[in-house]
């Protein structure tokens, strides 16, 4: 079968800022979408591999984005006695030739085994605004975000979303390493509202961070 065929697959471990956040990057696109955040087992349904991940007690949460995982981890472990494993395991699942994330699952909502709907990981922040209602103002703040800020966010394993703009509050979503880090958090939110405030003076009085 031409899906269980063997690719050359290469996956490495790398630190985050924030220290519960390990990334885990492999030498190709694992996702043709943005990025997908599985806050629980539930949640991960579409994703056999964030499901797969999810058996692990000390996992807490799966983002993937591009070419990387992120995990989130409780503090039960250190990342010193499971990293090995962990990499294996998500190398071995990708060079199987399987979806990592079957985002074709993600437009209906998911059942869990009690029969409760869960949200499916792709649909819309309930602060966030569809992109096509943007204002001019949103598409410019969107766009800056994508730019100059989204990079580096990725870079240390999370991601940055415009959520909207109202009477001059700026409001992002953040991911992955970046979400429940309150030292990050802060710079970043900082550094976001320096460079709005400079690039469109004087419609920017402050900039929000919701932590996914």
């Known amino acids: 079968m031409e899906g269980s065929t063997k690719v050359p697959v290469s996956v490495y471990a790398e630190m985050t800022p924030n220290p519960a956040v390990l990334k885990f990057v492999a030498n190709k696109r694992l996702i043709d979408a943005d990025s997908y955040e599985f806050k629980n087992i539930e949640e991960a349904q579409p994703s056999p591999l964030a499901t797969r991940l999810f ?3 000390f996992v807490k949460e799966v983002f993937v984005s591009g070419n990387y995982l ?7 472990v250190e990342w010193d006695d499971v990293t090995l494993e962990v ?3 998500i190398r071995d699942f990708i060079a199987s030739g399987q979806t990592v994330v079957n985002e074709a699952a993600l437009a209906t909502p998911q ?24 204002l ?12 100059y800020v989204k990079p580096a966010v990725e870079q240390d394993g999370g991601n940055i979303k415009f959520l909207q703009y109202d009477e ?45």
């Open 55 to 57: 058996h692990y007690p």
């Open 70 to 76: 992120a995990l989130t981890k409780y503090d039960i």
């Open 87 to 89: 990499r294996e395991v």
């Open 111 to 134: 059942t869990t085994e009690e029969g409760d709907s869960v949200k499916p990981a792709a649909t819309l922040h309930p602060e966030e605004k569809a992109p096509e209602n943007y």
């Open 136 to 147: 001019e103002i949103e598409k410019r703040i969107a766009d800056l975000l994508e730019e």
């Open 168 to 212: 001059g509050t700026v409001k992002v979503l953040l991911q992955g390493a970046c979400s429940g880090c309150p030292s990050s958090t802060m710079t970043l939110k900082q550094g976001i509202q320096n460079l709005l405030n400079q690039m469109l003076p004087g419609q920017i009085d402050q900039v929000v961070a919701v932590n996914g």
